[in-house]
């Protein structure tokens, strides 16, 4: 496979305060594409992105607050969830040309064309066509896309947050069902976890979201909350009707509506 000299890369050069301008935080420039220069007994494999996932998190990954994972350095590559297709190995690996893997937060960030990375550092995108016998009808294919997704950290987050954390109890007809709140349900990973709880456990749901157009998605669109609170109209109106400007204060009388909404929802699906 003829490979180009050159491509696009995105690296972050100064960490954004407030908004965001492209052009200064995350200049788009112009790179020689990386060649295997070890002596081969690392195994390494030669990366071309097919999809980047731009998610919310990458805000917080440019600021040089602590968080789950270290911010991105400055001038280095802007970090990023990929699929990528493998096109050249180096080494002894289980990859090898045209395979479809995954990377997240990798060794040599996102937002580039090509990428050499340690093979053990990506994970596989398996086919039905690998997993199935030559003799069994093989399903249709799922959308690559898929894995960054409900395939990837999105799900994996709902999944292990949800069941193994919250530790939900299996419907059950002795029991009444357990009541979950969510909070961002309108989000990635909170939408997720709403349909599980939902749909898979058979809980009572409220969702916690900020307008009412995700209010109308989480009750009539997804159909995965039996109660939502659009916190951010709350707050408003708190902010409006209250006699004072005290951070403190607000955030005191800003909980006490939220517990009175609460309550009010959790007598309204007690009722259904």
Avoid at 149 to 165: D, E, H, K, N, Q
């Amino acid at each position: 496979m003829l490979l180009p000299t050159q491509q696009k890369v995105v690296r972050l050069a100064h960490r954004p305060t407030t908004e965001i301008d492209p052009s200064y935080h995350l200049p788009l420039t112009y790179e020689r594409v990386p060649t295997f220069d070890d002596d081969g007994k690392r195994p390494l494999v030669l990366l071309h992105r097919l999809y980047l996932s731009i998610d919310p998190a990458m805000r917080g990954w440019m600021s040089s607050a602590r968080s789950y994972l270290p911010p991105v350095p400055i001038n280095e590559v802007m970090r990023g969830a990929t699929l990528s297709e493998v096109v050249a190995v180096r080494g002894v690996s289980r990859l090898k040309v045209g395979d479809v893997v995954s990377e997240f937060a990798g060794e040599a960030g996102g937002w580039q064309e090509y990428a050499i990375v340690s093979a053990k550092s990506v994970r596989k995108i398996e086919t039905w066509s690998d997993l199935c016998d030559d003799n069994q009808q093989i399903p249709r294919e799922l959308p690559l896309t898929i894995h960054l997704s409900i395939l990837g950290t999105t799900g994996l987050t709902a999944y292990f947050g949800f069941i193994r954390v919250g530790c939900p109890r299996l419907p059950s007809k002795s029991k009444p069902p357990e009541v979950v709140l969510v909070n961002a349900a309108a989000g990635a990973v909170g939408s997720v976890v709403c349909q599980i709880a939902k749909n898979v456990y058979g809980c009572k749901v409220i969702g916690v979201t900020g307008s009412d157009a995700k209010c109308r998605l989480l009750k009539d669109g997804l159909n995965c909350c039996d109660a939502v609170i659009n916190y951010r109209e709350m707050e408003n109106e708190v902010s409006r009707n209250a006699q004072t400007s005290d951070p403190a204060e607000l955030f005191a009388l800003k909980s006490i509506e939220f517990q009175k909404q609460l309550r009010k929802v959790l007598k309204e699906i007690d009722s259904k």
